[in-house]
């Protein structure tokens, strides 16, 4: 494993550098999802991120992607990839802002997803923390307005399968290089999503190409800001941050559509921001 250079202040930068191109790749992806299949996008973006990792192997060799932990990688590429699909339907149907923080509720939902694959305990100092974050949500899904609204029970489920990829994630790095489980991800969601984008494929002209190659370069790049990210700064310092993408989120959705939330929705936001950091930072597996 790389040894990591410890700067607070860095890990900040590459964490909210980060989330800004998370948050403009969701963005893309609702404007090129108009005309362009969802599972195009998926393969397209996936194959970018694919050949950017390449000069990297070429320099280190491909000794680096040797790995004994093939189905845990298999496992978490295909949680990541339904969740950035999730999020890429909910945005199609939903706020930016709804999408991005449910999205990045899953600071909620880890300690459940470490209780029932790892067996580990849920603290009970993170009730409190849990408890307002969930009653933010259901503020946010509003229920009694339209019955939960579908763009954000897409963007809930993303939320939820976000949490599985992080813990993945988490057991990985003890036996796997980061690079490694990036060449993984790019190259099985690839795989995964082509034949499905052959049977859909609908070609692109050049505004749309332009919109793919964005997304595919935000989220090549976005990936590695967030595993440089935490060469620098422990999950802990950094996962406060992440919230970051709800800040991106209202000022993008000022700037494009003049939308704001609604007073109920800011309350909910509130809620569901201090849970999540109160659970990261009262988490015993941060």
């Not at 998370?22 to 393969?43: D, E, N, Y």
């Not at 964005?214 to 310092?237: E, N, P, T, Y």
């Amino acid at each position: 494993m790389e040894k990591a250079h410890r700067s607070f202040k860095a890990g900040v930068l590459y964490i909210l550098a980060a989330w800004l191109l998370f948050t403009l790749m969701t963005i893309f992806a609702r404007f090129a999802s108009r005309t362009i299949p969802l599972v195009s996008i998926l393969f397209l973006q996936n194959l970018i991120g694919l050949v950017t990792l390449i000069p990297w192997i070429k320099k280190h060799g491909w000794d680096l992607m040797r790995t004994k932990r093939f189905g845990l990688l298999l496992f978490r590429s295909l949680a990541s990839i339904s969740a950035i699909g999730l999020s890429f339907l909910a945005v199609q149907k939903t706020s930016l802002v709804d999408t991005m923080l449910l999205n990045n509720a899953s600071p909620l939902w880890i300690p459940f997803v470490v209780f029932f694959w790892l067996r580990n305990p849920i603290n009970h100092s993170l009730w409190p923390g849990l408890c307002a974050g969930f009653i933010g949500i259901v503020m946010i899904l509003n229920p009694g307005k339209e019955f939960l609204q579908a763009g954000a029970l897409f963007a809930l489920a993303a939320g939820i399968l976000q949490s599985i990829n992080m813990v993945s994630i988490r057991v990985l790095s003890h036996t796997e290089r980061n690079h490694t489980v990036m060449f993984y991800y790019f190259l099985i969601c690839t795989i995964v999503t082509l034949p499905f984008a052959a049977y859909e494929w609908v070609q692109p002209n050049f505004i749309e190409w332009s919109e793919i190659i964005a997304i595919g370069l935000c989220l090549a790049l976005g990936q590695w800001a967030f595993v440089r990210a935490f060469h620098h700064a422990k999950a802990s310092d950094l996962g406060p941050f992440c919230y970051s993408a709800v800040v991106y989120s209202v000022l993008i959705d000022w700037a494009l559509y003049q939308q704001m939330p609604t007073l109920l929705a800011w309350i909910g936001i509130a809620l569901v921001c201090a849970g999540g950091i109160w659970a990261i930072r009262f988490s015993s597996s941060s």
